[in-house]
């Protein structure tokens, strides 16, 4: 029988948040990807974000759920590490969004915030279990 992780991590807000309430987190935030997609221009330059973007940003929610099915800690901080990734590709897509001015800024505020809240989560959450990894002197 396969065991059920858990996990326990800090927000931004220095609040403990569990690995269900991520999972639940990271696929509303695939959902709103993927609404946000359908926001963009039809252009040449909104098509080839809207691909990258749909990519990325469902990538964070099913790559943190294979995290979470990690059978070791040396498995789970590479999982981490891919999910990272993807948080941080994600966060570099939207601000392209606004930078390239394809959507305002209000719109994608919100997604700004949560894709770097996401990938900060991420980034302690690889430290701390790698740092747990080391032997101690």
């Known amino acids: 029988m396969r ?6 991590f800090q927000n931004a807000d ?5 690995s269900v309430e991520l ?3 990271t696929k509303t935030f695939a959902l709103r990807i993927i609404k946000l ?4 221009p039809k252009s040449v ?5 809207a691909s990258q973007r749909v990519h990325c940003g469902t990538s964070v929610a099913a790559n943190y759920r294979a995290t979470c099915r990690a059978r ?4 789970f901080i590479a999982k981490i590490g891919v999910v990272l990734e993807e948080a941080d590709e994600s966060l570099l897509w939207l601000e392209l969004i606004v930078d390239a001015k394809l959507l305002s800024p209000k719109r994608v505020e919100p997604l700004l915030r949560e894709a770097g809240e996401l990938v900060a989560i991420m980034a302690a959450s690889r430290k701390s279990a790698a740092s747990n990894l080391k032997p101690a002197i």
């Open 3 to 8: 065991r059920r992780n858990n996990f326990r």
């Open 37 to 40: 997609v359908g926001a963009l």
């Open 72 to 75: 070791s800690k040396v498995e």
């Open 45 to 49: 330059e909104g098509r080839a974000i």
């Open 14 to 18: 220095w609040k403990t948040v569990d």
């Open 23 to 25: 999972k639940a987190r």
